[in-house]
């Protein structure tokens, strides 16, 4: 995965996924929670951002592994 994401490559890991599925946010390695995302997108200074909206809770076992944050 490239360090600098684009909503192109954003969208195409996306689009065979179920249109249901909960989106979290890894955060962290040292102490790997999950957050929420916030439902707006803000476009500014050539870039789009999605504000995190509060943590959900730890990340699963299995998510930490496959980050190789174990």
Avoid: C, K
Avoid at 6 to 34: C, E, K
């Amino acid at each position: 995965m490239p360090q600098h994401l684009t909503v192109g490559h954003l969208l195409r890991q996306l689009q065979n996924l179920d249109s249901d599925l909960p989106i979290r946010l890894a955060v962290n390695p040292d102490w790997p929670f999950a957050h929420y995302l916030g439902t707006d997108v803000v476009v500014g200074d050539g870039m789009a951002f999605i504000a995190e909206d509060g943590q959900e809770g730890y990340l699963p076992a299995s998510v930490r592994n496959a980050l190789a944050w174990a």
